[in-house]
Protein backbone atom coordinates (compact mmCIF):
# COMPACT_ATOMS: atom_id res chain seq x y z
CA UNK A 1 0.00 0.00 0.00
CA UNK A 2 1.28 3.73 -0.80
CA UNK A 3 1.89 5.70 2.08
CA UNK A 4 0.47 9.41 1.92
CA UNK A 5 3.40 10.16 4.40
CA UNK A 6 2.09 12.51 7.29
CA UNK A 7 -1.16 14.67 6.78
CA UNK A 8 -1.07 18.07 7.83
CA UNK A 9 -3.67 20.71 7.32
CA UNK A 10 -2.90 23.70 5.35
CA UNK A 11 -4.29 27.13 7.51
CA UNK A 12 -7.75 27.63 6.53
CA UNK A 13 -8.25 24.52 6.18
CA UNK A 14 -10.98 21.28 7.83
CA UNK A 15 -8.40 18.86 9.19
CA UNK A 16 -11.43 15.90 9.28
CA UNK A 17 -12.25 16.45 6.14
CA UNK A 18 -8.97 16.17 4.56
CA UNK A 19 -7.91 13.22 6.57
CA UNK A 20 -11.33 11.81 4.93
CA UNK A 21 -10.89 12.85 1.83
CA UNK A 22 -7.39 11.56 1.96
CA UNK A 23 -8.91 7.86 3.64
CA UNK A 24 -11.56 7.74 0.31
CA UNK A 25 -8.69 8.57 -2.22
CA UNK A 26 -6.40 5.99 -0.67
CA UNK A 27 -9.25 3.13 -0.57
CA UNK A 28 -9.90 4.41 -4.13
CA UNK A 29 -6.52 3.32 -4.96
CA UNK A 30 -6.78 0.29 -3.50
CA UNK A 31 -7.67 -3.24 -5.12
CA UNK A 32 -8.15 -5.28 -2.49
CA UNK A 33 -9.74 -4.22 0.95
CA UNK A 34 -7.43 -2.36 3.64
CA UNK A 35 -6.90 -3.40 7.18
CA UNK A 36 -7.20 -0.49 9.85
CA UNK A 37 -3.35 -0.54 10.69
CA UNK A 38 -2.51 -0.43 6.53
CA UNK A 39 -5.16 2.51 6.97
CA UNK A 40 -2.75 4.02 9.70
CA UNK A 41 0.49 3.48 7.81
CA UNK A 42 -0.33 4.76 4.89
CA UNK A 43 -2.12 8.02 6.04
CA UNK A 44 0.38 8.26 9.38
CA UNK A 45 -2.63 8.63 11.84
CA UNK A 46 -3.70 6.99 14.78
CA UNK A 47 -6.05 4.46 15.51
CA UNK A 48 -8.80 5.73 16.98
CA UNK A 49 -8.37 9.00 14.64
CA UNK A 50 -8.58 6.24 11.55
CA UNK A 51 -11.12 4.07 13.55
CA UNK A 52 -13.69 7.61 14.12
CA UNK A 53 -13.08 8.28 10.15
CA UNK A 54 -13.76 5.14 9.14
CA UNK A 55 -16.94 5.04 11.76
CA UNK A 56 -18.60 8.33 10.26
CA UNK A 57 -17.96 7.24 6.35
CA UNK A 58 -19.54 3.73 6.32
CA UNK A 59 -22.56 5.78 8.38
CA UNK A 60 -22.90 8.12 5.72
CA UNK A 61 -22.52 5.14 2.80
CA UNK A 62 -18.85 6.02 1.52
CA UNK A 63 -17.32 3.00 3.28
CA UNK A 64 -18.07 -0.94 3.91
CA UNK A 65 -16.65 -3.07 6.48
CA UNK A 66 -16.32 -6.47 5.71
CA UNK A 67 -17.79 -8.70 8.76
CA UNK A 68 -15.61 -11.33 8.38
CA UNK A 69 -11.97 -9.74 7.88
CA UNK A 70 -12.85 -6.82 9.24
CA UNK A 71 -10.93 -5.31 6.23
CA UNK A 72 -12.60 -1.34 4.51
CA UNK A 73 -13.06 -0.45 0.84
CA UNK A 74 -15.04 2.15 -0.94
CA UNK A 75 -19.27 1.48 -1.26
CA UNK A 76 -20.22 0.87 -4.45
CA UNK A 77 -21.35 4.08 -6.86
CA UNK A 78 -21.60 6.38 -3.39
CA UNK A 79 -22.23 9.59 -5.25
CA UNK A 80 -24.42 8.42 -8.07
CA UNK A 81 -28.07 10.11 -8.33
CA UNK A 82 -29.83 7.16 -7.06
CA UNK A 83 -27.52 6.12 -4.12
CA UNK A 84 -27.66 9.97 -2.72
CA UNK A 85 -31.54 9.81 -2.58
CA UNK A 86 -33.65 8.41 0.59
CA UNK A 87 -35.69 5.38 -0.76
CA UNK A 88 -39.27 6.77 -0.48
CA UNK A 89 -40.82 3.53 1.53
CA UNK A 90 -37.91 4.49 3.94
CA UNK A 91 -39.09 8.33 4.21
CA UNK A 92 -42.47 6.33 4.57
CA UNK A 93 -41.68 4.23 7.06
CA UNK A 94 -39.70 6.00 9.49
CA UNK A 95 -42.25 8.81 9.28
CA UNK A 96 -45.75 6.57 9.18
CA UNK A 97 -46.25 7.29 13.22
CA UNK A 98 -45.58 10.86 13.40
CA UNK A 99 -47.48 12.11 9.93
CA UNK A 100 -50.53 9.86 12.01
CA UNK A 101 -50.04 11.69 15.46
CA UNK A 102 -49.83 14.99 13.25
CA UNK A 103 -53.14 14.08 11.67
CA UNK A 104 -54.89 13.01 14.97
CA UNK A 105 -53.52 16.02 16.99
CA UNK A 106 -54.48 18.98 14.33
CA UNK A 107 -57.58 16.74 12.86
CA UNK A 108 -56.46 17.73 9.43
CA UNK A 109 -55.03 15.83 6.23
CA UNK A 110 -51.46 15.16 6.83
CA UNK A 111 -49.14 14.30 3.56
CA UNK A 112 -45.36 13.54 3.33
CA UNK A 113 -43.55 14.72 -0.33
CA UNK A 114 -40.79 14.31 -2.15
CA UNK A 115 -38.85 15.30 -4.94
CA UNK A 116 -38.40 12.63 -7.80
CA UNK A 117 -37.86 12.61 -11.34
CA UNK A 118 -38.65 16.76 -11.51
CA UNK A 119 -41.94 17.05 -9.27
CA UNK A 120 -43.21 16.24 -5.74
CA UNK A 121 -44.20 12.97 -5.20
CA UNK A 122 -46.82 12.19 -2.25
CA UNK A 123 -45.31 9.41 -0.17
CA UNK A 124 -47.80 9.13 2.58
CA UNK A 125 -51.54 10.67 3.30
CA UNK A 126 -53.52 10.82 5.91
CA UNK A 127 -57.00 11.36 6.06
CA UNK A 128 -58.71 14.04 8.22
CA UNK A 129 -60.93 12.78 11.06
CA UNK A 130 -64.48 13.76 9.81
CA UNK A 131 -66.83 12.15 7.68
CA UNK A 132 -65.81 14.62 4.53
CA UNK A 133 -65.11 12.56 1.27
CA UNK A 134 -61.47 12.56 0.71
CA UNK A 135 -59.28 10.45 -1.80
CA UNK A 136 -56.05 9.54 -1.46
CA UNK A 137 -52.79 10.97 -3.10
CA UNK A 138 -50.26 8.69 -1.89
CA UNK A 139 -48.14 8.00 -4.88
CA UNK A 140 -49.38 11.22 -6.63
CA UNK A 141 -47.68 14.33 -8.64
CA UNK A 142 -48.36 17.70 -6.81
CA UNK A 143 -47.20 21.53 -8.26
CA UNK A 144 -43.82 22.45 -6.53
CA UNK A 145 -44.63 25.98 -6.72
CA UNK A 146 -48.45 25.77 -5.00
CA UNK A 147 -47.85 23.71 -2.38
CA UNK A 148 -45.92 24.13 0.82
CA UNK A 149 -44.98 20.24 1.29
CA UNK A 150 -43.34 21.70 -2.49
CA UNK A 151 -42.23 25.29 -1.46
CA UNK A 152 -40.16 23.61 1.20
CA UNK A 153 -38.16 21.45 -1.12
CA UNK A 154 -38.00 24.65 -3.65
CA UNK A 155 -36.22 26.41 -0.79
CA UNK A 156 -33.76 23.76 -0.08
CA UNK A 157 -33.50 21.55 -2.47
CA UNK A 158 -30.77 22.84 -5.85
CA UNK A 159 -32.88 19.60 -7.43
CA UNK A 160 -36.13 20.65 -6.88
CA UNK A 161 -35.27 24.44 -8.01
CA UNK A 162 -33.72 22.85 -11.24
CA UNK A 163 -36.85 20.71 -11.75
CA UNK A 164 -39.13 24.06 -11.85
CA UNK A 165 -37.64 24.44 -14.93
CA UNK A 166 -37.57 27.77 -16.70
CA UNK A 167 -40.89 28.43 -18.55
CA UNK A 168 -43.91 30.18 -16.98
CA UNK A 169 -45.55 29.12 -13.85
CA UNK A 170 -49.09 28.14 -14.58
CA UNK A 171 -51.99 29.15 -12.35
CA UNK A 172 -53.41 26.59 -10.39
CA UNK A 173 -56.17 28.64 -8.25
CA UNK A 174 -56.42 32.05 -7.91
CA UNK A 175 -53.48 32.59 -4.98
CA UNK A 176 -50.87 30.51 -6.70
CA UNK A 177 -47.35 32.09 -7.55
CA UNK A 178 -46.65 32.70 -10.91
CA UNK A 179 -43.83 35.67 -10.54
CA UNK A 180 -40.48 34.18 -10.40
CA UNK A 181 -39.30 37.08 -8.54
CA UNK A 182 -42.59 36.82 -6.20
CA UNK A 183 -41.66 32.97 -5.91
CA UNK A 184 -37.85 33.89 -4.59
CA UNK A 185 -38.86 36.24 -2.24
CA UNK A 186 -41.40 33.40 -0.58
CA UNK A 187 -38.76 30.81 -0.69
CA UNK A 188 -36.38 32.86 0.45
CA UNK A 189 -39.34 33.74 3.80
CA UNK A 190 -39.43 29.88 3.84
CA UNK A 191 -35.89 29.88 4.33
CA UNK A 192 -35.58 32.00 6.97
CA UNK A 193 -38.67 30.80 9.08
CA UNK A 194 -38.19 27.15 8.65
CA UNK A 195 -41.99 26.25 7.60
CA UNK A 196 -44.22 27.07 4.59
CA UNK A 197 -47.80 27.95 3.64
CA UNK A 198 -50.04 27.61 0.65
CA UNK A 199 -52.98 29.69 1.31
CA UNK A 200 -55.11 29.32 -1.73
CA UNK A 201 -52.92 28.07 -3.90
CA UNK A 202 -53.71 24.42 -4.61
CA UNK A 203 -57.60 25.61 -4.64
CA UNK A 204 -59.76 28.07 -3.53
CA UNK A 205 -60.91 26.56 -0.48
CA UNK A 206 -57.72 25.18 1.63
CA UNK A 207 -54.28 26.01 2.79
CA UNK A 208 -51.43 23.81 3.64
CA UNK A 209 -48.46 24.34 6.47
CA UNK A 210 -45.09 22.10 5.90
CA UNK A 211 -41.43 21.90 7.15
CA UNK A 212 -38.31 20.07 6.27
CA UNK A 213 -37.50 16.65 7.01
CA UNK A 214 -33.79 16.82 7.28
CA UNK A 215 -31.10 13.79 7.61
CA UNK A 216 -28.00 13.40 9.88
CA UNK A 217 -25.89 15.51 7.77
CA UNK A 218 -28.78 18.06 7.46
CA UNK A 219 -29.62 18.02 4.12
CA UNK A 220 -33.58 17.99 3.27
CA UNK A 221 -34.82 15.12 1.89
CA UNK A 222 -38.79 15.48 2.24
CA UNK A 223 -41.10 17.20 3.64
CA UNK A 224 -44.16 16.99 5.79
CA UNK A 225 -47.12 19.19 6.55
CA UNK A 226 -50.96 19.62 7.18
CA UNK A 227 -53.56 20.40 4.51
CA UNK A 228 -57.34 21.75 5.61
CA UNK A 229 -60.63 23.85 4.82
CA UNK A 230 -58.95 27.65 4.48
CA UNK A 231 -61.03 28.78 8.17
CA UNK A 232 -59.29 25.55 10.04
CA UNK A 233 -55.99 26.68 9.28
CA UNK A 234 -55.84 30.26 8.96
CA UNK A 235 -57.09 32.96 11.35
CA UNK A 236 -59.42 35.23 10.35
CA UNK A 237 -56.94 37.55 8.84
CA UNK A 238 -55.70 34.99 6.85
CA UNK A 239 -52.07 33.82 8.35
CA UNK A 240 -51.63 30.39 9.17
CA UNK A 241 -52.19 29.65 12.68
CA UNK A 242 -49.55 29.82 14.86
CA UNK A 243 -50.49 26.64 17.47
CA UNK A 244 -50.85 24.42 13.98
CA UNK A 245 -47.13 25.53 12.71
CA UNK A 246 -45.88 24.34 15.83
CA UNK A 247 -47.93 21.01 15.58
CA UNK A 248 -46.29 20.65 11.79
CA UNK A 249 -42.65 21.72 13.39
CA UNK A 250 -42.30 18.99 16.02
CA UNK A 251 -43.22 17.04 13.48
CA UNK A 252 -41.11 17.49 11.72
CA UNK A 253 -38.29 17.92 14.32
CA UNK A 254 -39.21 14.53 15.60
CA UNK A 255 -38.81 12.58 11.97
CA UNK A 256 -36.00 14.41 11.31
CA UNK A 257 -34.17 12.89 14.33
CA UNK A 258 -35.70 9.25 12.81
CA UNK A 259 -33.07 9.86 9.98
CA UNK A 260 -30.44 10.89 12.62
CA UNK A 261 -30.41 14.93 12.68
CA UNK A 262 -29.09 16.16 15.63
CA UNK A 263 -28.58 12.90 17.27
CA UNK A 264 -24.14 12.38 17.89
CA UNK A 265 -22.74 9.09 15.96
Not at 151 to 159: N, P
Request: hydrophobic content about 40%; glycine content about 10%; charged content about 20%.
Amino acid sequence: MPSSGSLQCMPGMVQSVERAAALLRLLAAEREPATLGQICSALGIAKATAHGLLKTLIHVGFVEQDRDTGRYQLAPDPLTPESVLWDVNEIRSRAMNWADALAARTGQATRLGAFRDGSLLVVHHVFRADSTPQTSTTGSRLPLHATALGKVLLAHDTRAARGLGAGPLPAIAFRTITDRGELARELARVRDAGWASAVQELTTETAAIAVPIRDEGGAVIAAIGIEGPLDDICTSRGAPRPELIEQVRHAGHNISHEFGHGRSL
